[in-house]
């Protein structure tokens, strides 16, 4: 696992990005003026710049023709009519648009069928996955860049895992937690399995709280028995104090293997204060251990950060169901994964219900008809109607799903479904739905430069992929295949 | 099968909380009121004279209910229990109450009279008042029932694909097909497996009504060795449980006196112990005459509630069922050709509902499918529970009889009397809203309230919405007749 790199910038809150935003426009408008002229470079900084037809940003305006800076694999600048260093590289792509690469939140592209039940909050979709040995060919072709890798089986089968789909051995691990994969047998004893597993995460909690509980009045004992004089026991309470404190943090990561990047501050701050009392850190508190295939329920339940899931729903009484599990669990963050690939669902009986909620919801590109009829039903369009903020999917991972994904997605454009929003149901909000939001998804300053070009509009069913970039390099060319 | 019903307990606690509106609606209330303390006490006793003389009007004909003492707590336990269930009230208060009204209908509330134009008012799912007039609460959901009829919600004492079998709460699709066409045949409780649920389509809310209905025991004539070992069992069963008083008698005397063994109590054995404790109902199926004579002296003799499914043969041996004092689940419609040979009556008859009621048995109605299906049975499935119910009545059975044999009486069969099958303060708001009377072919179900919810809407589901709509009994069938759409509406 350690050849995974971890991924600091992921907790990025969207607040900030927003000020990005705003900050690159403040700098659009003063590029304006200057106009053209060409800075120096400066350093070893590497420059690549797209001077592409069309530039879709998908959070911002469209740029015709447009133009993307990007500084050391991310995007520093994108306009219409941009300076730019003379030492960049410059891609000429006049006829061709470009858009952020596509983003598959849930995926078994290229791996086995093998399936595990119950409940194994301990595995990782990483684990199955080779990078060297799956051939992305098809993924690149249909214009994604990132792909998330999910456990398959029943019931909590194991954590998402999302890598990119070409890229440097180093960069190619995108985010190793992605969220916990929930995908219950709601209609056999699937709900009894989420029910039970909670609670006996909710356990887990309890049993350290216990121990802390039961650590700290130990420790007030100590304390009584060793005090001598008034100053003493003064300082000793202090340190008393302090000592919860730290072990509070040390509780809080030993809960949340994720959190080691700030490993190195706290191992630091207990010596700090460790010469006063040499005697008390030997019986320093250790947490109960938590059983590891409960961990990233525990992680939910305490709303611990980067922590969420995404609950797979095969038709509209499950949601009913799962509502009723999550109900002594205030607000357990998940993203919902409606399985409407069959084109017979009832899911418009809760549209609306998760419209007031503005679920996050990941669809295929099906156009359904209502149960029982020969009406068709736009299912991701009355979503976005209703509210959500829809993530659509590709049907499956067969190379017809993959190219034929725009096409697909278009047949929903075209009966209904707003064309912005499906822009961003395939990247922004994608990115989104598995935490990413902060990195990709849209052309912005600071974000990845994971970028797709494309010989024509992305919904036009004949345009195809010409050149799929990741991190500033072109990995993969269509005349290249 | 004479229960108590215990359903007042949330019941007169709500009427106590809703009586002060009474005061008000009468006319000199207000007045006295505002005099002084004096004066307002002969109000009261006054007001309980106008009260008493209300009673007796056909608007007020749940008054007997009221006249039983309420219980109050009799004993400590009982008082924390309710201190237990005031605590959640008040919680559920807290969260917002729901009210429903259902006006101006003819209620039929099958354990009473049927009232003409009355008002139901439901909150959280249970009725709190019928009354002529009601003071509706701000915010409460109103139903316009009037010119219908308005039922308790049917129950099916067996049922296949409504709910799901081992745990309905759990995994019960709340949006099938299949529940909302038996909403549509005004069905609102139904056993399915070993449980009895609602069908509160569109909630999972207050889904399981009751686990572990019944103990179902095979009594097959075909197999004595069966038959044989099963009265052996309950020979054994019989036999420790009089050890088992000796045992305490003997123990008030001797405090050393040896406990009976009960190591081999588990099991089937520990089922027949509860069975002959009368803490289950047992339910054993039985169509021919001797079947059932054989399964009645097996009640009688060791002493245990039954239930008989089928009882095609009941009608020529119902004096000795009414003896054993066993209940019968019938489908009148069920055919079995009679024996010639045979020197006394066999076979079926559409009259075996009535000749058993008649007798003192108590029965319950089904149709010959418990699904929703038309396998080669159309018309004889749970859509048309009433139905069947109907054909009783071709038979002879009352209509009264009829109606209470898919409610209040298959509720009893159940053990779920106390929640649902008649329309009573207290009870839960599951009503069957219809266009006409229950038992008639041309009725259909307007509405269906399933816990104070509406759960089907004629006009609103198109299943039916296009058959005379807004209850037109005239209104031309639709011209538009193939290929329709059906499925929702919007």
């Known amino acids: ?140 072709e249909a214009g994604f860049t990132t792909v998330c890798y999910v456990p398959a089986g029943a019931g909590i089968p194991g954590v998402a895992t999302t890598f990119r789909t070409a890229g440097t051995e180093d960069s190619r691990v995108f985010d190793e937690f992605t969220y916990l994969q929930v995908a219950p047998k709601w209609r056999g004893v699937g709900k009894k399995m989420l029910r039970d597993a909670l609670k006996k995460a909710k356990e887990e909690i309890d049993k350290v709280e216990k121990a802390r509980e039961e650590w700290e009045e130990k420790q007030k004992e100590k304390e009584k028995n060793t005090e001598d004089d008034a100053e003493d026991e003064v300082e000793s309470e202090e340190d008393g104090d302090e000592n919860d404190a730290d072990t509070r943090r040390s509780s809080s990561k030993q809960v949340n293997p994720k959190s080691d ?42 709303k611990k950060e980067g922590a969420r899931m995404m609950v797979s729903l095969g038709s509209a009484a499950d949601l009913l169901h799962l509502d009723d599990v999550l109900k002594p669990y205030e607000e357990i963050q998940h993203v919902l994964k ?144 | 099968m004479t229960r108590i019903e215990p359903f007042q307990c949330v019941a007169s606690n709500e009427r106590e909380r809703l009586r002060p509106s009474r005061f008000f609606r009468c006319p000199f209330a207000g007045y006295y009121l505002r005099r002084s303390i004096g004066i307002a006490c002969i109000c009261l006793v006054f007001l309980g004279s106008v009260n008493s003389v209300a009673g007796s009007g056909p608007s007020r004909g749940l008054d007997a209910d009221e006249k039983k003492p309420s219980p109050v707590a009799k004993s400590d336990k009982e008082s924390s229990e309710k201190k237990k269930d005031e605590d959640e009230k008040k919680k559920k208060e807290k969260e917002e109450d729901r009210y429903l009204a259902v006006i101006g209908g003819t209620v039929h509330t099958v354990t009473g009279s049927v009232h003409h134009g009355v008002t139901i008012l439901t909150k959280n799912g249970k009725i709190v008042e019928i009354a002529e007039k009601v003071a509706l609460p701000e915010g409460a959901e ?94 054994k069963v019989r036999q420790y449980i009089r050890e088992l008083e000796s045992y305490d008698e003997e123990k008030k005397l001797d405090p050393d006196a040896e406990e009976p063994d009960k190591e081999w109590l588990d099991g089937e054995y520990k089922k027949l112990l509860k069975l002959l404790r009368r803490e289950v109902t047992a339910s054993i199926a039985a169509n021919s ?65 009535r000749i058993m009621h008649d007798h003192g ?25 009433n139905m069947e119910a109907a054909f009783a009545v071709r038979g002879g059975l009352s209509d009264d009889a009829a109606l209470r044999s898919i409610t209040i009486d298959a509720a009893r069969l159940l053990g779920i009397d106390h929640r649902v099958g008649s329309i009573e303060v207290g009870k839960d708001a599951d009503f069957a809203i219809t266009d006409g009377p229950i038992l008639h072919y041309m009725t259909h179900t307007r509405w269906a309230v399933v816990n104070g919810r509406i759960a089907y809407d004629k006009q609103k589901d198109t299943l039916y919405n296009h058959i005379r709509p807004n209850g037109d009994m005239d209104a031309p069938p639709p011209d538009d007749y193939w290929p329709r759409s059906l499925g929702d509406s919007q």
Request: charged share 25%; glycine share 8%; with cysteine.
């Open chain 2, 142 to 235: 109103t139903l316009d029932a009037s010119g219908n009829h308005v039922y308790p919600g049917l129950v099916a004492v067996d049922s296949g694909g409504l709910l799901s079998g081992s745990s309905p709460g759990d995994s019960t699709n709340v949006y099938s097909l299949q529940m909302a066409i038996a909403l549509a045949g005004g069905i609102t409780t139904v056993a399915s497996g070993n449980s009895a649920g609602k069908l509160t389509f569109g909630s999972v809310d207050d889904l399981v009504v009751k686990r572990d209905l019944f103990h179902k025991l095979s009594y097959d004539a075909a197999s004595p060795k069966e038959r044989y070992e099963l009265r052996q069992k309950f020979e």
């Open chain 2, 361 to 385: 048995v108590p029965i319950a109605i089904i149709p010959a499918n418990t699904s929703i299906t038309l396998w080669g049975l159309a018309g004889r499935d749970l859509l048309h529970l």
């Open chain 1, 261 to 302: 990047d700030e490993d190195g501050e706290e191992e630091s701050e207990p010596a700090k204060n460790g010469d006063k009392k040499s005697e008390e850190e030997s019986d320093e508190f250790k947490p109960p251990k938590i059983e590891p295939k409960y961990q990233p329920l525990v992680d939910l339940i305490q």
């Open chain 1, 1 to 140: 696992m350690s050849i995974f790199q971890k991924n600091k910038s992921r907790r990025i809150g969207l607040g900030r990005s927003v000020v990005r935003r705003i900050a690159v426009a403040i700098c659009l408008v003063s590029l304006s003026v200057t106009g053209t002229t060409v800075l120096a470079a400066d350093g070893e900084d590497e420059y690549v710049v797209i001077k592409a037809g069309r530039v879709i940003t998908v959070s911002g305006e469209e740029f015709s023709p447009g133009t993307i800076v990007i500084e050391n694999g991310k995007v520093s600048l994108v306009g219409g009519d941009l300076e730019y260093p003379a030492s960049a590289k410059i891609i000429r792509a006049p006829k061709e648009t470009v858009m952020p690469g596509l983003i598959h939140p849930q995926s078994r592209y290229g791996l086995s069928h093998y399936k595990r039940t119950g409940i194994h909050g301990d595995m990782n979709a990483a684990s199955d996955v080779y990078p060297e040995l799956i051939d992305f060919a098809n993924l690149l």
């Open chain 1, 338 to 481: 409606l399985n409407n690939r069959r084109t017979r669902t009832d899911f418009n009986y809760v549209v609306e219900k998760l419209g007031t909620r503005e679920s996050m919801v990941v669809v295929a590109p099906t156009l359904n008809y209502l149960p029982q009829s020969t009406n068709r039903y736009n299912l991701p369009a009355a979503l976005v109607d209703a509210g959500c903020r829809i993530v659509v999917t590709p049907n499956s991972d067969r190379r017809s799903d993959l190219i034929g994904f725009r096409e697909q997605l278009m047949s929903l454009v075209r009966a209904g479904l707003v064309r912005d929003e499906a822009i961003k149901a395939i990247t922004l909000n994608a990115a989104e739905a598995i935490g990413l939001g902060a990195r990709l998804g849209s052309i912005e300053k600071d974000k990845d430069a994971d970028l797709v070009f494309l010989d024509g509009d992305p919904l036009d069913p004949l345009a195809k992929v010409s050149r799929v970039m990741i991190l500033g390099e072109i990995v993969w060319k269509a005349d290249e295949k």
């Open chain 2, 289 to 353: 005459a001797s079947e059932i004579l054989a399964v009645c002296e097996l009640a009688t003799r060791y002493g245990f509630d039954l239930i008989v499914r089928g009882a095609v043969e009941g009608w020529t041996v119902a004096p000795q069922m009414a003896r054993a004092g066993v209940s019968a689940i019938v489908s009148p419609r069920r055919r079995v050709r009679s024996d010639d040979r045979l020197n006394r009556p066999n076979g079926s008859t559409i009259e075996n509902a």
